[in-house]
């Protein structure tokens, strides 16, 4: 049998992405990986799409809510990369055949005024970078069958990192009580879920803390310019090829997927 190592683990995950094709968790077969080994995946994985042309936009928080903690089973949050090819610009469709088995899930998007880098960043610390704020829906498509995995299998496949889309209304963090700003999850036409911001660790700033401190511990920090998705603040809903997603918020307005 061959040995499991970190280009092989990517050789795979990449090859699944490309080729819409989803298969078992790798510790399943490679029960040692460990979270370092997960972020040298995700990295390398990364490494490959920069070196296709690919260009790093920014970062995802995963599993910072409770309510995705406990769809997922897992209660430790992680981070992901973004790059310029995930971004469904606002109006377009999400061609569902083009992916495995997208979920849609919104979330309170920061854009980065300047860089950020831990460790020992602070909630308040973080505001300060943060020169705007959008609503979010990220697009997730796990790599693995029916989203099964452990915290070292999602962090390997990029926290299932997929598609994003940013509305169109920017605020200010000053205008905002961001904890309390709330959203209605809407699956054709129906709310089907909501949450405010302080689903997400309290107070999404706490996200954006915890992904600093948590890229320092790797060498990394936040850039200015970046997105940071600081994760989903209700369970996700399943996508149709037909069906309409969106999401509306307080403050922040409204974001709307179309499937097909
Ligand atoms: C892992 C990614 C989680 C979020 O916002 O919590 C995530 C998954 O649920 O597949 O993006
Ligand atoms: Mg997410």
């Given at each position: 049998?061959?040995?499991?190592?970190?280009?092989r683990?990517?050789?795979?995950?990449a090859?699944?992405?490309?080729g819409?094709?989803d298969?078992?968790?790798?510790?399943?077969?490679?029960?040692?990986l460990?979270?370092?080994?997960?972020?040298?995946?995700?990295?390398?994985?990364?490494?490959?799409?920069?070196?296709?042309?690919?260009?790093?936009?920014?970062?995802?928080?995963?599993?910072?809510s409770r309510?995705?903690q406990?769809?997922?089973?897992?209660?430790?949050?992680?981070t992901g990369?973004?790059?310029?090819?995930?971004?469904?610009?606002a109006?377009?469709?999400l061609?569902?055949?083009?992916?495995?088995?997208?979920?849609?899930?919104?979330?309170?998007?920061?854009v980065?005024?300047?860089?950020?880098?831990?460790?020992?960043?602070?909630a308040a610390?973080?505001?300060e970078?943060?020169?705007?704020?959008?609503?979010g829906?990220?697009?997730i498509?796990?790599?693995?069958?029916?989203?099964?995995?452990s915290?070292?299998?999602?962090?390997?496949?990029?926290?299932?990192?997929?598609?994003?889309?940013?509305?169109?209304?920017?605020?200010?963090?000053?205008?905002?009580?961001?904890?309390?700003?709330?959203?209605l999850?809407?699956v054709?036409?129906?709310?089907?879920?909501?949450?405010?911001?302080?689903?997400?660790?309290?107070?999404?700033?706490e996200?954006l803390?915890?992904?600093?401190?948590?890229?320092?511990?790797?060498?990394?920090?936040?850039?200015?310019?970046w997105?940071?998705?600081t994760?989903?603040?209700?369970?996700?809903?399943?996508?149709r090829?037909?069906?309409?997603?969106?999401?509306?918020?307080?403050?922040?307005g409204?974001?709307?997927?179309?499937c097909?």
């Open positions: 049998m061959t040995e499991w190592n970190v280009e683990a990517a050789t795979v995950l090859d699944a992405e490309a819409r094709t298969r078992g968790p790798l510790t399943d077969e490679w029960p040692g460990d979270l370092a080994t997960g972020y040298r995946i995700q990295d390398e994985i990364l490494r490959r799409k920069v070196e296709a042309g690919e260009h790093i936009v920014g970062v995802k928080l995963g599993l910072t309510a995705k406990q769809r997922m089973g897992i209660d430790s949050p992680l990369w973004l790059t310029d090819v995930m971004v469904l610009p109006g377009a469709p061609v569902t055949r083009e992916l495995i088995h997208p979920r849609v899930e919104p979330e309170i998007v920061f980065l005024g300047e860089r950020l880098s831990g460790p020992a960043v602070t610390r973080a505001m970078a943060v020169s705007h704020v959008y609503a829906l990220e697009v498509d796990s790599r693995y069958t029916d989203f099964r995995f915290l070292p299998d999602v962090v390997a496949d990029n926290a299932s990192a997929s598609r994003y889309v940013v509305g169109s209304v920017g605020r200010k963090p000053s205008e905002l009580d961001l904890a309390l700003e709330a959203c999850l809407e054709d036409g129906e709310v089907v879920d909501s949450a405010t911001g302080a689903a997400v660790q309290g107070h999404p700033a996200a803390a915890l992904a600093a401190n948590s890229l320092a511990r790797r060498g990394l920090a936040l850039e200015a310019g997105l940071v998705l994760g989903g603040m209700t369970d996700a809903a399943f996508t090829p037909g069906g309409t997603i969106a999401v509306h918020f307080t403050n922040l409204s974001v709307t997927i179309g097909e």
